[in-house]
């Protein structure tokens, strides 16, 4: 793969490949097909995921303990040819091992007997209807009722095969396993329990007249359920597990943006120009900002944002040329060929009077001239802009469907990664200049929760404010604040020795460490000898395993009808020989096992003076190696020995590191998240954040309470904020102490700008995100206190509270104070985490609300 995948995306192809491994299994084994689907929300790199699954179907994966299917043919469908096209790039965009000419787009033209092995094949609805040329003769009932004509029909241009005899050719091989999955798979589906002749993609699933049912369905979508609905009432398939792509690990992953700002009239009218100038504005302040944030991070490549101009499916050419006027007026440096559209009809419209060109929606987003694009629904299936920036709908109230669909096309972010601490680069604007605030709560609604097109979305603010650093905040409270130690939740299946090697390699691109992947082989090298050393009589043992298989002869004497065994050995072939080797790469990576061959065939052998000696002695290593992998402790010794190197070196060079650009830091971060325990990372200086001003309930609007001293403020110096009595206690206690200077409300979505201190619960990492950090002067320097009022009410109470005291006994050298404060006998009782005899406490207690309520607690003041 050429990108590192995220946590949740390396999950979900783990999960999805068991399923293929499964699938394989039945279908070569019993002959059983089966089905699984993948749920994943809009933005999460569904096709990345797929990609590097397709990588370990055709070329086996050791990361994955995967063997490749050397008879896997694979069928790409949708109903949308330019999704397909779209699909392809991103595919060979994503893939190091898939290239161009395994991505197969099947035109008119085709016409093979079977589909070749280790080939992806690309497929839409139009091409399977009934007049397409590739589906002609087929139809057994057309063939049947033209049989009693004088002249037999032709297929047309002569061919020897359609597609529906390709796929069934392909399926009846015994060498070839089909798979095919189905993007965008609640379409197509129809009505799960219709008896007629099924959609095109029915007849694909469960088979039709002749043609048997695909063996592997794999379906692919932000929602599935009509796809599991279809596949449960066939009940041709046996069920697999479905893969459920967790939407709050994406949401952290900042693939997606952060936060959706809604602007609607406060009272009622005709605001349409008012809102499309403010839009306008909206596009030349994010136009703005992106050119100064590539300035200050030296890239030569800057986010070009657009506009979406989103109309009824009916609209008004006129009205749409009078907002074009608008636009213009407001934005005199957009060049007047920066508008397109995407309507159905793909030819150029005349808006007032301007012409507007059409463009197919893959193309937008690589055209960087379009800075105005006019649609009408959700443009297309599919679809995504992760430069659409800000959306402005004359839609109606009624449309609310439409606007998130919409929407939920727009969050992919830019540069696929969150923009430490900035909410303007990390957000998406949309105004809606026909909504008022009522109606606009059923679009919130169906943001926060998602639905079949848009994905729950982090944060959404409809009357907010925008706070920057506080301008009394010293460097040394920033720097105290940037020195705060946050934490990864860890990932599962994480591999020591992978993340060494990837720190390696950006080590090496970055010029920080000189051949660095050479340094970190020698390191290993030198590691596995001393475990060599240490274990000489059990890997010699290990060692003659390798190169002996031994067995029983069954004796029968058939005249006294007894049998006996009697054993058998014999040397091992280079195949038994490579197959252990190669599962011994699995513990020391494919690489490492590769060098250390190299390594310790190198001290018996040289390559210059005997080649055939030094073939030799890379036989005898490899079945070193070979023999290393089969010692139970080997695996446990060599992560650790891998994954201290890493560390020892994150901490060396983490001053280099830190100098780096956002892009190159966000590389060592997912390096850095790379393991199977909680890692610490600082926290990013937070520029800008958009923050609510008011509540609306039972249609009452309640301003919040502005505060002073806030880290970050508005133009007044002020901070808005929601406050319940506990929280309000402790900010007005804490601001009362001597030497205290600010404090920050710790945000509860992710970001390098949020505390985040994983707890486990249920055998599953989670992040827990503080309330309050304080920031005091004391002896002349700045030191911090975290302070977080702690809810007694909630089942995971005990598990966060225990991760809290397992992260103040990691870090809690950062501060001055860690306290847990919940309220106990009517009033406010405080753990004091600094101490290790309350941690312990912690730890072992079976009830949160009995640590407050016994001598562990003091009265908070």
């Known amino acids: 793969m050429k990108f590192i995948l995220k946590d949740y995306q390396r999950d979900a192809v783990r999960d999805a490949l068991d399923n293929l ?34 990588e370990a179907l055709f070329h086996g994966d050791d990361e994955f303990d995967f063997d490749a299917d050397p008879g896997a043919v694979v069928i790409w469908f949708s109903d949308d040819p330019s999704l397909n096209e779209q699909t392809r790039f991103r595919l060979m965009e994503a893939s190091d091992r898939i290239n161009h000419t ?19 094949y690309f497929l839409n609805t139009q091409k399977l209807s009934k007049n397409s040329l590739l ?57 799960a329990t219709i008896k007629e002749k099924g959609t095109i993609v029915q007849r694909l699933i469960n088979g039709s007249g002749s043609v048997p049912g695909i063996p592997v369905v794999w379906g692919i979508s932000a929602t599935v359920e009509r796809f599991n609905k279809a596949i449960e009432f066939a009940a041709k398939h046996i069920k697999l597990p479905n893969v459920v792509v967790d939407a709050a690990k994406v949401q952290e992953s900042g693939i997606i943006k952060d936060i959706i700002l809604l602007d609607i009239p406060d009272e009622v009218g005709d605001f349409d120009t008012v809102l499309v100038r403010r839009a306008t504005d909206k596009l030349k302040e994010s136009t703005a900002a992106w050119i100064e944030y590539a300035k200050q991070q030296e890239e030569a490549r800057v986010v070009v944002p657009l506009m979406v101009f989103q109309v009824p499916n009916t609209p008004d050419p006129n009205e749409i040329g009078r907002a074009l006027d608008t636009i213009f007026e407001r934005y005199p440096e957009l060049p007047k060929a920066s508008v397109a559209h995407v309507f159905g009809d793909h030819t150029t419209q005349r808006f007032g009077n301007r012409d ?9 987003q690589e055209s960087a001239w379009v800075r105005v694009l006019i649609a009408k629904d959700a443009i297309s299936t599919g679809w995504d802009c992760p430069r ?6 004359f839609r109606a109230a009624s449309d609310r469907t439409h606007i998130t669909q919409l929407l939920g096309r727009m969050v992919r972010s830019p540069l696929a990664r969150r923009i430490p601490g900035n909410d303007r680069l990390n957000a998406v604007d949309c105004l809606l200049p026909r909504f008022n605030r009522k109606t606009v709560e059923e679009v919130v609604d169906a943001l926060m929760k998602g639905d079949d097109s848009a994905p729950p979305s982090g944060r959404i603010v409809i009357d907010y404010v925008e706070v920057t650093p506080h301008p009394d905040a010293s460097a040394a409270v920033w720097k105290a604040f940037e020195a705060i130690p946050s934490q990864t939740r860890p990932q599962r299946g994480a591999k020591p020795a992978k993340r060494l090697t990837a720190l390696a390699h950006e080590f090496a691109s970055d010029d920080i460490l000189a051949r660095a992947g050479r340094l970190a082989h020698a390191e290993m090298h030198k590691a596995l000898d001393a475990f060599q050393e240490s274990e000489k009589e059990e890997i010699e043992a290990k060692r003659k395993s390798v190169i002996t298989v031994d067995g029983k002869t069954v004796i029968a004497d058939m005249k006294g009808k007894e049998k006996s065994f009697e054993k058998f050995w014999e040397d091992a072939d280079m195949a038994v020989i490579d197959d252990a080797y190669r599962r011994a790469t699995r513990v020391f990576s494919p690489d490492i096992s590769r060098t250390y061959v190299e390594h310790l065939a190198q001290k018996v052998a040289s390559v210059d003076d005997d080649p055939e000696e030094y073939l030799e002695a890379i036989v005898e290593a490899r079945v070193t190696v070979a023999g290393l992998g089969l010692v139970t402790e080997v695996q446990a010794y060599f992560d650790a020995e891998a994954d201290k190197l890493a560390k020892a070196w994150l901490a060396t060079y983490a001053p280099q590191i830190k100098a780096l650009t956002d892009d190159r830091k966000e590389s060592y971060r997912q390096i850095i998240e790379m393991n199977t325990e909680p890692q610490g990372v600082d926290l990013a200086k937070p520029e800008s954040r958009y923050e609510a001003t008011k509540a609306r309930e039972n249609n009452k609007e309640t301003a919040f309470s502005t505060w002073k001293s806030h880290l970050l403020c508005d133009k007044d110096g002020k901070y808005p904020a929601e406050l319940n009595n506990w929280e309000r206690t402790v900010v007005e206690a804490e601001s009362e102490r001597i030497g205290f200077s600010f404090w920050y409300r710790n945000p509860q979505q992710p970001g390098q700008s949020s505390l985040g201190i994983a707890y486990l619960e249920d055998e599953q990492y989670k992040i827990v995100r503080p309330d309050f950090i304080f920031f005091a002067q004391q002896d002349g320097k700045v030191v911090v206190d975290l302070v977080d009022p702690h809810g007694l009410h909630l089942v995971d109470a005990l598990p966060k509270l225990q991760g809290l005291a397992a992260y103040a006994e990691s870090y809690g050298s950062a501060y001055r104070r860690i306290e847990s404060v919940a309220e106990a006998f009517g009033k406010l009782r405080v753990l004091d985490l600094t101490r290790p005899d309350v941690r312990q406490a912690i730890m072992v207690a079976t009830s949160a609300k009995g640590l407050y309520e016994g001598v562990w607690a003091s009265d908070y003041a």
């Open 135 to 191: 589906v002609r003769g087929h139809d057994q009932q057309e063939m049947e009722a033209k049989a009693g004509d004088l002249l037999p029909e032709t297929r047309p241009d002569l061919r020897a095969y359609t597609i529906w005899d390709t796929i069934q050719n392909t399926i009846d091989d015994p060498e070839l396993t089909l798979y095919i999955v189905l993007d965008e798979a609640h379409r197509g589906m129809g009505n």
């Open 388 to 393: 659409a920036e800000v959306m402005v709908s």
């Open 21 to 54: 491994k499964d699938a394989r299994d039945d279908w070569r084994r019993k002959s059983r097909k089966t089905a699984f689907s993948l749920t994943a929300v809009t933005g999460a790199g569904k096709t990345v995921m797929a990609a590097a699954a397709f």
């Open 356 to 364: 507007v060109p059409y463009i197919e929606p893959q193309r937008v």
């Open 102 to 120: 395994d991505l197969v787009v099947v035109e008119n033209s085709f016409n093979r007997p079977r589909f070749e092995a280790g080939k992806i």
